[in-house]
């Protein structure tokens, strides 16, 4: 079965804006907390009701409640997290500078409410749904974003054309289990790397295909929310692939339970027993396969049902929380005062040492291997790799990461 490397674009992993200390990120902008089930908040289509959330927000916040109402945003009660009422998006760490709407349409470019589609947005001023998105786009223009790239624009606009995919497997194995005419109609080109091969919409890769692979069904059970995949297959057909990986890959295991002991959509189980039920699902079970710490994983996984009611529904959401919260223990660990004999500029130095591509020694690391877990390498070097240069496993997927 072909291996997913979870795209940035639409499923991606955590953004840090330089809100958090030792960014590489300049250009402003909250922390990404990856959407956990797109869908419409209740009660906060009306700006009025969103800009009524905020009554407990920090006076002294760089970004003001009136301008993130009218981003779409409302205030979640802690800190200075903030949700969408139409993506789910979340942002928090705002620093001086930020502008809502712009960090809204740079974090989750394919929301309906910044697309500008009618999603019942009700503004405080009088205006029709029409004339308010008409309004959302010409401020998003006089910001300098093209009212083209804000309709969902695809990340290889130049490979928008089938038959332009099709000409980039010139060069694809002939001996390569899936033919090259069915992965181009489902919108993938090829790399020119091994039997590599990305969506043109939403830079979702997969590689090492093996008989019997279907591209269609490998892009919906890897990159579930490609809005070319959607618009081409529809949401049922996306949905059906979903639920069928699912239910597969709990029937593989004997101890984990049937697909309608884990809680979807709003059902509900009670506090431990929630937990448990979702550290069994598949989206958890490959987490910890890649090696990460159970205690850390199941502490997110619990903190994610509290405040939300729901699972992770995705790897990658999981795994970049993981990577985030490891990043930020290591941070902590680094801000305590350090006992040893090295001084400032050494511990600097080993710190970009360890940030440092291990193939290139240039660029920073930015994909995670699946299954080893290693994060070593940049996305360049990444392309040309089909073993894990630290432990030399075989690489089955990639997740990319942001570091803070």
Request: net charge negative.
């Amino acid at each position: 079965m072909a291996s997913g490397g979870f795209g940035p674009y639409l499923n991606g992993p955590l953004w840090t804006g330089s809100g958090m200390s030792g960014t590489e990120d300049q250009h402003g902008g909250g922390e990404l907390s990856p959407v956990l089930s797109p869908g419409l908040s209740p009660g906060m289509h009306s700006e009025e009701e969103r800009l009524r959330s905020f009554e407990h927000w920090a006076t002294d916040s760089p970004v003001s409640p009136t301008d993130l109402a009218r981003a779409g945003f409302y205030f979640l009660g802690y800190g200075d997290t903030v949700q969408c009422f139409c993506c789910d998006g979340v942002l928090r760490c705002w620093v001086s500078g930020d502008e809502p709407l712009r960090e809204h349409k740079r974090h989750f470019p394919t929301c309906g409410f910044i697309l500008g589609r009618s999603v019942g947005n009700i503004p405080r001023t009088p205006g029709s749904p029409d004339s308010v998105d008409g309004q959302l786009l010409s401020q998003l223009q006089r910001m300098g974003v093209d009212e083209q790239v804000s309709v969902g624009q695809a990340v290889y606009p130049e490979m928008e054309a089938e038959d332009t995919r099709l000409t980039t497997f010139q060069n694809w194995p002939p001996g390569a289990s899936v033919q090259p005419d069915t992965l181009a109609q489902a919108g993938f080109f090829y790399t020119g790397h091994g039997d590599n091969v990305k969506c043109f919409f939403c830079d979702g890769g997969l590689r090492n295909w093996e008989p019997g692979d279907d591209p269609w069904q490998e892009h919906a059970k890897w990159f579930p929310r490609c809005e070319y995949l959607l618009q081409t297959r529809g949401r049922e057909y996306v949905n059906n692939i979903q639920q069928s990986h699912f239910n597969m890959s709990e029937m593989s295991g004997s101890q984990t339970p049937a697909a309608g002991n884990i809680p979807t959509g709003h059902e509900v189980l009670s506090g431990q027993s929630a937990v448990v039920a979702a550290m069994l699902s598949p989206v958890v079970q490959t987490a910890l396969q890649m090696g990460f710490q159970r205690a850390l994983v199941e502490s997110l996984v619990q903190s994610r049902y509290l405040l939300t009611g729901h699972h992770y529904t995705s790897v990658s959401d999981l795994v970049a929380d993981v990577l985030q919260a490891e990043e930020e223990e290591r941070q902590g660990s680094q801000s305590r005062p350090v006992t040893g004999n090295l001084s400032a500029e050494e511990q600097l130095r080993q710190l970009q040492e360890e940030r440092t591509c291990k193939v290139c020694m240039d660029k920073l690391v930015s994909m995670v291997f699946i299954p080893c877990g290693h994060l070593v390498v940049c996305t360049d070097c990444a392309a040309s790799l089909r073993h894990c240069p630290i432990c030399r496993a075989v690489i089955r997927g990639s997740v990319r990461a942001f570091m803070s």
